[in-house]
């Protein structure tokens, strides 16, 4: 099982960026599909975006289509989340995770079998 490390989280004012980053343990990072999904105040967590083993295919919410992009570095065992044009509805922890002998970019919870302890994003008006 990976170990999943979140940083880059903190306080935005409305319009600007952050980008989040995810440190793995391990040497089979690169046969991880990863991905981000967050929880806002008070609501279920929710998917964000995903990448697939080679980081050649990414799924995106459609929510933050257009803001935020994931990226991956598999000689350095990191996923990455660049967030721009942040506006109050992106509050949330975000989270990192990663699913085992899944292939392609999974959207749903549930084949993810390892979690960071989230990072959180907050976003002032």
């Known amino acids: 099982q990976v170990q999943l490390v979140e940083s880059g989280g903190g306080l935005v004012q409305a319009g600007g960026s952050l980008r989040l980053s995810c440190a793995a343990s391990?040497?089979?990072?690169?046969?991880?599909?990863m991905a981000w999904f967050r929880q806002p105040p008070g609501k279920e967590r929710e998917f964000v975006a995903a990448?697939?083993?080679?980081?050649?295919?990414?799924a995106i919410t459609n929510s933050v289509k257009g803001r935020f992009t994931i990226s991956r570095d598999n000689a350095n065992n990191t996923v990455n989340l660049q967030m721009n044009s942040l506006n109050v509805e992106d509050t949330a922890v975000y989270y990192c995770a990663a699913a085992p002998g899944v292939f392609g970019t999974p959207t749903w919870e549930s084949v993810f079998g390892s979690w960071g302890q989230g990072t959180q994003v907050t976003v002032s008006s």
């Open positions: 391990g040497r089979t990072f690169s046969s991880y599909a």
């Open positions: 990448i697939n083993q080679g980081g050649g295919r990414t």
